[in-house]
Structure formats: structure tokens, C-alpha cells
């Protein structure tokens, strides 16, 4: 049972608390001033755990000087929450200066559950006291007290950066373990400075938290895009940060790590690489025997795959390999190759593999490759306990990073909603990539993707952030525009027309094609959602 210390000038609210926590094996000692707990103070401060005060004791204390007493007279060092009525009013600074580690509304003697999750967080963190780094990129002064209060008082060490560039040196310099980046900086946004530090291949097991006014579902998406792993809203009550930390620290130091294989007969080759990839936090392992790599891979789930070009020359028995883990996008493929081009090396950087190394490699060429390979994925792993992120991947293509044509349907229902009570127009226009399955036949899964890529990335530079583009089919987009009447629409189809760019394609044989697509659109008039989606699949006949 864990002691917990109530000092609060209500006598009725410390019964009503005491006998709660009392069934969740916490006993409460309660009293109405720090004088009335002195005489206990020095007989069992060794024994609490935690300690719990109000705003104010019986003798008219205020709670920064009851904490700063308790931590200067009494030398305690455990944690003190406070539980407030006037959460408006509470300093963040000062509450910091005289030891308080974390606020609560009082109210939540309602929902107790609460601040037992919270006293337990604490008194974990307080236990275990690793002096982990946190990095606060933010330009609002009063912002960065209210997270150094929350992160310090969680005994976490804080460093702190007034601007984007400040924060990309520091990040650099420091290495923290944890960065909470504002989205909303003056000059690069925070989506920009995540994309920055990444590009650090040591930086890519750092998680990045966003710190975030706009909750809405595009921008988390471009938050995921550039490497966050988590958004924390401006708003939150107080003690959410705690929360989210210790899940996201809990998830690191638990088993779930990068978990890649290599394919080689070279075991000198796999040491060093083990010994490189260790540091990106990639747990490896070696196969040199075909059935056992292929029975391994059917039973168990790999992030990273490594492998040797000489480990087969069977191109039938590298697919057979690599068909098992089709359908798990996630799975990263990496060929370390010889000097030799040779007939086996095309086939499999066209069919099999996302990128190639060549021997001789240094530690960062290696790292770099890996790092850029994963950077897009790390972000699954550590928000795979969160349902509304689970979701948001469910709706978005892998390839592409634009929605999927499911969540269409989904959208289109409030589209409609809205334009039945509001008058609010909107429309679509589709886009075909032509001839795509030549393109896939004559040069490859992997260009086919890099043209599926272009086309996407141009959309988004060409349209309104508002704007949602949906990777249809195969080859086939849909941009959804809200606002827009014929003539608008019009304008914007002709504006991608002009600067969807010459995508022009070459393979082995010398053989050229230059990408074509076919754009068209369809406003909504009242003809409800099923019509609708009729009109768009028309126009891609």
C-alpha cells in the first residue's frame, strides 16, 4: 500500500478523497494545515510516497508556500500534486520554483481513476530518475513555461529552443531523447524542422511529438509524413504530456524494436552490419540457409531485410522469398550488391527490392540507406496502441500517402451534408496515369510506384490544403474541392494540366516513354451520393 500525505484546509474533501483511494491501495493521512502535519512529518516522511495539497490550508498557507515548506523544511523530494479550483489562475513558474510537479482540477475527486493513473505515473518516474532529455521547440515564451513545468516536474531535464533553427542545433548537439516541437513556428514550420532533424540518420529513433492548435485529420497526416510520432494539443489538461511520455517511454524500452534479417553467407559482414544498425536501434539477425530464412519468415514479423546478392542466384527461389511478405507493406527491402550490374542486379531492383548498396560501404552510407527506407514507417510502430491512428492508416495508401478510395465515400457524405443545409458546392476532378500497365510490364513495380509517387506529390503542391486527394485505383486519382463551382474547378483541372511535369521513363533496353494522364471533372448537383460516385467511375471509363 503506497502512503500518500492531504494537506488541504477542507477537512470534508480529504474524508471524501481518503476513503475513495483507501480501495485502490492508497491510505491517505490528511490534515488541515502544514502545522497540524508537522509532528507527523518527522516521524514517517520517510514512508510516504506521494504527497497531495490544496490550494490553500486551514491557517490560510497558499500551495507554493505550503510545497516550498515541505520541500526546504521537511527535505522531501517525492512528488506533489496540486489539485486546484482556480486552474486559470494557476502560475506555472512559480508553482515550478517552490517544487509543485503537477496540477489537477480539484474536481477530480469525481473520476479518482484519474489521479491514480497520475500518482502512479509519478511516483514510477520519481523511482526511476534517468535524467532523460526532453527538447521544447516553441517561440511562445508562455507556452514553453507550461510544458517545462509539466516535463521538469516529471523529472525529466529540459532543454529548451526560442526558434526552428535553434531547435535543429540543439537537437544536433544534445541528442535528447524526446522532442515536443510547436507546428506553428515563424519561418520553417514544425512539420519542416521534423523533417530536418530525420534527415540525421542518429536522429531517427528520437520520437517527436507535435504540439498542435489544429487537430484536424491532414494535419496529422503531414505530421506522420515528415516523421512525428505523436500530437499534443495545445489545449490538453494538464497532466495529458505525462501521459504521453511515459506511454512513449514505456514502448521504448520494451521489446518492440526494429527486428530486421540478413541474407549472406558473409558472417563477417553480418557483425559489422549488426554492430552499424544497432545503433539505429535494429535488432539483427542472419540467415545463410534458404528453408530456414524462408520458414523464419513465415512465422515471424520483420521490419528490415537485408540481402547479400550472392546469397542466391535463383531468381524463382528470391521471389518465392519475398512473396511471402507481399502483402505486408511495412517490410523494407535492402540489397547490398557487388561492383557487377549483372542480369540478377536489375531484376531485383526492378521487381524485388526498395533500395541498393553497393561494396565497398562506410557505417553512414549504410545507416543513411536504412534510415531513409524507415524513416516513413517509425511512426506505425510506436502509435500502433492508439485507435485514431490505427484508423488514419487504414485510410491511407501506403505508396502514396494520399487517402484510400474507401475513405471517399466516407467524406462525401458530409460533403453532401452540408451542401443540402448550407448551399456549400463542391466538386471533384479525376486524374488516369495512361497506358499504366505498360509502364509496369516494360519498366518495373519500382518505377511504376515512382511514377504513382510523382503524380501525388504534384497534386498536393498544385491544390489547397483543404483540398483531399484520393488514390482511387490502380492508377486513377480523385481530388475532392469544396467551394468550387464549374468555372473554379475548371481552372484549377487546367492549372494541373500545365504543371504536371514530364515524367519521362527509360529501362535496360533504351526504351523511352514519356508518362501521359487524362484529367476531367464533375460538380455536384443534387444528384446524391450513388449518382455521384456513378459520374466519377464514367468518367475513367
Do not use: W
Amino acid at each position: 500500500m503506497d502512503n500518500v500525505l492531504f494537506i488541504n484546509d477542507n477537512k470534508f474533501y480529504i474524508k471524501a478523497l481518503s476513503n475513495k483511494l483507501v480501495n485502490d491501495n492508497f491510505y491517505v493521512s490528511g490534515f488541515e494545515s502544514l502545522n497540524e502535519a508537522s509532528d507527523f512529518l518527522n516521524d514517517f516522511k520517510k514512508d510516504l510516497n506521494i504527497i497531495l495539497i490544496g490550494d490553500k490550508s486551514s491557517n490560510n498557507l497558499d500551495s507554493y508556500s505550503i510545497a516550498k515548506n515541505l520541500r526546504e523544511k521537511y527535505g522531501l523530494k517525492i512528488p506533489i500534486i496540486l489539485l486546484t479550483e482556480n486552474m486559470k489562475q494557476f502560475n506555472f513558474k512559480k508553482a515550478r520554483v517552490n517544487g509543485i510537479n503537477h496540477v489537477l482540477n480539484s474536481q477530480v475527486i469525481n473520476n479518482h481513476e484519474i489521479l491514480i493513473e497520475y500518482m502512479d505515473i509519478l511516483k514510477k518516474l520519481y523511482e526511476k530518475k534517468k535524467s532523460k532529455k526532453v527538447l521544447i521547440i516553441d517561440d511562445s515564451k508562455k507556452a514553453r513555461e507550461k510544458l517545462i513545468f509539466e516535463i521538469k516536474g516529471s523529472y525529466f531535464n529540459v532543454i529548451t529552443a526560442e526558434s526552428g533553427v535553434l531547435g535543429l542545433e540543439k537537437a544536433k548537439k544534445s541528442k535528447p531523447d524526446f522532442i515536443i516541437l510547436d507546428v506553428e513556428l515563424p519561418g520553417l514550420n514544425g512539420f519542416e524542422i521534423c523533417e530536418k532533424i530525420k534527415e540525421d540518420p542518429t536522429a531517427i529513433n528520437i520520437p517527436v511529438i507535435y504540439y498542435i492548435s489544429n487537430n484536424n485529420i491532414n494535419y496529422k497526416l503531414k505530421g506522420i509524413k515528415a516523421g512525428g510520432v505523436e500530437f499534443f494539443q495545445k489545449d490538453s489538461e494538464p497532466g495529458e504530456l505525462i501521459r504521453l511520455l511515459s506511454k512513449i517511454e514505456a514502448y521504448i524500452e520494451s521489446d518492440n524494436r526494429y527486428k530486421g534479417i540478413y541474407l549472406g553467407h558473409n558472417s563477417m559482414e553480418y557483425y559489422v552490419l549488426s554492430y552499424f544498425l544497432n545503433k539505429l536501434g535494429i535488432v539483427l539477425k542472419n540467415f545463410t540457409n534458404y528453408d530456414k530464412a524462408f520458414k523464419s519468415l513465415e512465422k515471424n514479423k520483420f521490419d528490415v531485410i537485408i540481402q547479400d546478392i550472392d546469397f542466391t542466384k535463383n531468381k524463382k527461389k528470391i521471389m518465392e522469398l519475398y512473396r511471402i511478405i507481399e502483402d505486408n507493406d511495412h517490410v523494407k527491402k535492402l540489397l547490398i550488391a557487388g561492383s557487377k550490374k549483372d542480369n540478377l542486379f536489375y531484376y531485383l531492383i526492378n521487381n524485388a527490392v526498395d533500395d541498393y548498396i553497393f561494396k565497398p560501404y562506410i557505417e553512414e552510407e549504410i545507416r543513411l540507406k536504412i534510415s531513409k527506407i524507415l524513416k516513413s514507417y517509425e511512426n506505425i510502430y510506436k502509435l500502433q496502441s492508439q485507435q485514431e491512428m490505427l484508423n488514419m492508416l487504414s485510410i491511407v495508401d501506403e505508396i502514396t500517402q494520399t487517402y484510400k478510395k474507401n475513405y471517399l465515400e466516407q467524406v462525401l457524405e458530409s460533403y453532401i451534408s452540408r451542401y443540402d443545409r448550407e448551399g456549400i458546392k463542391f466538386s471533384v476532378i479525376t486524374l488516369k496515369i495512361n497506358k499504366f500497365k505498360y509502364i509496369k510490364e516494360n519498366y518495373g513495380k519500382k518505377k511504376a510506384e515512382a511514377v504513382l509517387k510523382t503524380v501525388a506529390k504534384t497534386l498536393e503542391n498544385l491544390v489547397r490544403p483543404t483540398d483531399m486527394i484520393f488514390r482511387y485505383n490502380q492508377n486513377k486519382y480523385v481530388v475532392l474541392l469544396e467551394g468550387t463551382d464549374k468555372n473554379s474547378t475548371t481552372i484549377v483541372r487546367k492549372r494541373i494540366m500545365k504543371n504536371i511535369g514530364n515524367i519521362v521513363l527509360k529501362n535496360k533496353k533504351e526504351l523511352y516513354h514519356k508518362v501521359e494522364v487524362t484529367l476531367d471533372q464533375v460538380v455536384y448537383s443534387e444528384s446524391g451520393k450513388e449518382k455521384f460516385i456513378n459520374k466519377i467511375n464514367d468518367k475513367f471509363k
